[in-house]
Nanobody, 115 residues
């Protein structure tokens, strides 16, 4: 089975920025809508942003619209999440997967927004 590898998280102050990276091996990237999810302590995992490469279209959760941007590099089988103007409520472990969650879940990458 395929398993994404997420990276790029860290500790940042409110208003700061981070860029997350998700690497996916194999052909899944070219045929599936890829999604960034996040899970905060004590909460359910939620969709943050998604991207479809055929053609390119993006969807964002209302809570991140205007602050986050999802993009992809098909040649590298990589999906990115640029996060700007981060807020404490963005603190969570961020994961990527397909829209049907058909891949094994990776380790995720921790994002902590705190002063």
């Amino acid at each position: 089975q395929l398993q994404p590898v997420e990276s790029g998280g860290g500790l940042v102050q409110p208003g700061g920025s981070l860029r997350l990276t998700c690497e996916v091996t194999g052909a899944i990237f070219s045929i599936a809508r890829m999604v960034w999810y996040r899970q905060a302590p004590g909460k359910q995992r939620e969709m943050v942003a998604s991207i479809d490469n055929t053609p390119t279209s993006t969807i964002y959760a209302d809570s991140v619209k205007g602050r986050f941007a999802i993009s992809s590099d098909a040649a590298k089988n990589t999906v990115y999440l640029q996060m700007d103007n981060l807020k404490p409520e963005d603190t969570a472990v961020y994961y990527c997967n397909t829209e049907y969650q058909s891949l094994l879940w990776g380790q995720g990458t921790q994002v902590t927004v705190s002063s």
